[in-house]
């Protein structure tokens, strides 16, 4: 919905509003043209129900006033003598219109100074407020959010649980007005859509106090079609700008950057780009070896994250149920065997003795790993095995399959641009060989007609050879530099879509998605803090401490209250 058509909602409730409770006003001992004041009409109304003025404030807050309305639907009926069950499911179902009822035709009404309210109506009261209250926090001030891929590997880990601070770049107001509260798109357990696509607000960005830096994590919602589970191939789910999925990338390249990725390295502004020292970059390495590339050497030498391939040959339907969460893919080979591939961890040997499995892992000569720069060095010095190289993708091929999906540009993981990042106010020209590269922005983002007539460019019906952006545009990347869809294949992402800033990691579990058996705490990680130089540090110790000398505090003002 657009700005006016907003306006004309908003009046024509204005209008219901008057007309269903002017009578009720007068009752009240409030003049009923008072009720026909936008705004003014709802402070009054909280007046009548003896609630704070500041309450018209969560009525006008998207989400949060689907919870208030109807509490002062419900008690303003009440103060006019209409409390039954029946009553507050009526005022609710017909969204308001119930007071029309109790205003012109029930014999019932009168206005009721003092009302009370049970044992059961204060808890629902507090359980509501309680929700209320977290849903601000969630919609406009930390949002929890955990980590399910490996792209940021090893800076952010699968099964870290972030915070993320919606203030740092400027809360968004939620543009899908009724969605159920502090859920994303999917209600738990029901596993249905948790909101209605219309009507939609327009976009609104509270201002922030800091914008977005090069290298910054950023949480996002992912501007292309939405999936509904990651990895798995079938047809994208259009949903609203607020309701995409939401991915955590790097912002490489901000707005007025001119990016160029060669051999792999990223290139801003004709300068390599320096990450922070936080960061871990993974780039892809093959190890070979004449004796095989071990996994127990790699394990010695403090490597992870790699892929191990073992042969069972007395494999059973007990024992597969058994190892099933430590297993990645298997494939039956002969009879009674089975090829089977794990992570870095293998099969636990205690597994193997319980089990009494025959199991042998396969040690092939070559191994392909994503490794940082420093890991690649430990390996190289360590002298174990025979050569180590980085892969690197070569250009002059021609594919579709990354940005901008133009066969003219045969750009891939490793090499790519330059291209410029696109600023607000910004003028660029615009000609059919570089169109592709912005095109969507212009069309989807931007929301123009764009058409190519003639080898001539035409937006909104005119002949055009510039551009001018309306927004900021950035180039996200994960740190897992082969094992991250970014905008090396799907563009530029714009700031509506920025959602905010990873702030914090309040806990962190290995083997998240494997079962709770499986589950490892990462104490190191729990309570540490993101975006700063320096190693990690857990303040976990810290947090500890206050909470014990709090408690002891507490402790002897209570004993010493009693004296």
Do not use: C
Request: charge should be positive.
């Amino acid at each position: 919905m657009s700005i006016n058509e907003w306006l004309l909602f908003f009046l024509s409730y204005n209008l219901l509003i008057f007309v269903g409770s002017q009578r009720l006003f007068k009752l009240a001992g409030v003049d009923s043209w008072k009720s026909l004041i936008p705004i003014y009409n709802i402070v009054k109304h909280l007046e009548i129900i003896n609630r704070p003025k500041w309450w018209v404030i969560l009525v006008f807050i998207p989400v949060i006033n689907l919870l208030m309305i109807p509490v002062i639907w419900v008690e303003f009926i009440k103060r006019f003598n209409h409390n039954s069950k029946l009553d507050r499911i009526l005022v609710i179902i017909t969204l308001g219109l119930y007071l029309f009822y109790v205003s012109y035709v029930s014999k019932r009404t009168k206005y009721v100074d003092n009302i009370s309210f049970s044992n059961f109506e204060r808890s629902l009261g507090s359980l509501v407020f309680a929700v209320v209250i977290a849903t601000i926090v969630h919609n406009y001030i930390l949002q929890p959010f955990v980590i399910p891929t490996g792209s940021l590997e090893k800076t952010l880990r699968v099964g870290d649980f972030l915070l993320v601070s919606k203030f740092h770049y400027g809360a968004r107001i939620p543009s899908t007005v009724i969605s159920f509260p502090m859920v994303h798109d999917t209600i738990p357990i029901l596993k249905t859509r948790s909101y209605l696509k219309k009507p939609q607000l327009p976009y609104i960005r509270i201002p922030g106090f800091q914008e977005i830096k090069n290298n910054d994590i950023v949480v996002f919602n992912w501007p292309a079609d939405t999936v509904r589970k990651f990895f798995v191939k079938e047809k994208g789910v259009i949903k609203p700008r607020d309701k995409k999925s939401n991915y955590v990338k790097r912002a490489i390249g901000v707005p007025g950057d001119s990016l160029e990725i060669k051999d792999g390295i990223v290139y801003l502004n004709g300068q390599e780009n320096k990450l922070p020292e936080r960061a871990k970059p993974l780039y892809t390495y093959k190890i070979f070896s004449k004796d095989g590339v071990s996994s127990n050497k790699l394990k010695n030498l403090d490597i992870d994250g790699f892929i191990r391939k073992f042969i069972i040959r007395n494999l059973s339907q007990e024992s597969y149920n058994s190892l099933k969460t430590n297993i990645l893919s298997i494939s039956n080979t002969n009879e009674n065997e089975y090829l089977i591939y794990t992570d870095d961890q293998g099969i636990p040997i205690k597994k193997v003795r319980e089990l009494n499995i025959d199991i042998r892992e396969i040690i092939d000569n070559e191994r392909e790993l994503s490794l940082t720069f420093n890991d690649a060095n430990k390996i190289r010095n360590s002298n174990e095995f025979d050569t180590i190289f980085r892969s690197i993708e070569k250009t002059n091929y021609i594919n579709s399959v990354f940005f901008p999906g133009n066969k003219r540009f045969s750009w891939n993981n490793d090499q790519l641009g330059p291209i410029y990042i696109p600023k607000a106010g910004e003028k660029i020209k615009l000609t059919i060989d570089d169109l592709p590269l912005y095109k969507k922005i212009i069309k989807d983002y931007e929301n123009n007609e764009v058409e190519v007539i003639d080898n001539n460019i035409y937006i909104n019906g005119e002949i055009s050879s510039n551009y001018t952006f309306k927004q900021d545009y950035y180039w996200m990347m994960g740190d897992n530099r082969y094992n991250s869809e970014d905008s090396r294949v799907w563009g530029f992402v714009p700031f509506d879509h920025v959602l905010g800033k990873p702030v914090f990691i309040w806990m962190s579990i290995d083997g998240l998605f494997n079962g709770i058996s499986n589950w490892k705490f990462r104490w190191d990680r729990v309570f540490t803090t993101i975006g700063f130089d320096g190693k990690p540090r857990s303040y976990l110790p810290h947090f500890i401490i206050f909470i014990l000398v709090w408690q002891l505090f507490s402790y002897l003002k209570k004993k010493k209250n009693k004296v």
